[in-house]
């Protein structure tokens, strides 16, 4: 159950950030005994994986606090994003399995990939379609602010989801609050724009 819901909670943050959530397992990988992960995934803490991480990860953060930039960048990452959540998410759960070796997700890993795709593909979907409408009803200014609290928020998931994986759900259902608030916010940022154009 707990490694269901670190991949969940990384998953979700892939979402958001696909270099964050991998960074974080990579890191704690190579430098605790909190995450132990495979041979098949061993190449994710390496000297090289952190390093292209971390470059991947700063380009990231620079492009998408730039109004349109983002939209662009958004579109590239509609193949990463979920692609990175399913590894993270198999990676976790394989993990998880070499101590507890049964379970639904040790019988199967292809859950935890689907299910990594899936719960990633979903947070970046909403990402990606707010996110034009916040550029625009903003004028770009609230673009930088926005993508700051992705990261945030990117960063929070991945550490609960990895430290206090029960957390997670709590998580989940504050990212989908901020979600639904951002799509309000939206909608009456077309509602004015549009009562100022027909008035």
């Not at 049964?102 to 795709?117: C, D, H, M, R």
């Not at 990895?162 to 909608?187: D, E, Q, Y």
């Amino acid at each position: 159950m707990l490694a269901a819901l670190t991949g969940m909670g990384l998953s979700a943050a892939a979402g958001l950030n696909a270099y964050i959530p991998f960074l974080v397992v990579a890191l704690v990988a190579r430098f605790t005994d909190v995450i132990t992960l495979p041979a098949a995934y061993a190449w994710i803490e390496s000297g090289w994986a952190i390093g292209i991480g971390a470059l991947l990860l700063l380009v990231e953060v620079v492009l998408d606090k730039v109004a349109l930039v983002d939209t662009v960048n958004d579109a590239i990452q509609t193949f990463v994003r979920p692609a990175t959540g399913g590894l993270i998410f198999a990676a976790t759960a394989a993990a998880d399995d070499l101590e507890q070796s049964s379970g639904l997700l040790a019988e199967n890993p292809w859950i935890a990939v689907v299910l990594g795709v899936l719960l990633s593909g979903v947070v970046h979907g909403a990402k990606a379609t707010v996110r034009p409408a916040i550029d625009a009803g903003s004028l770009g200014t609230a673009t930088p602010v926005v993508s700051a609290a992705e990261d945030g928020a990117s960063v929070g998931l991945s550490l609960v989801a990895v430290f206090w994986p029960v957390l997670v759900i709590f998580a989940l259902f504050g990212l989908l609050a901020a979600l639904v608030w951002l799509l309000v916010l939206v909608r009456g940022w077309r509602q004015r724009r549009r009562a100022r154009a027909g008035g």
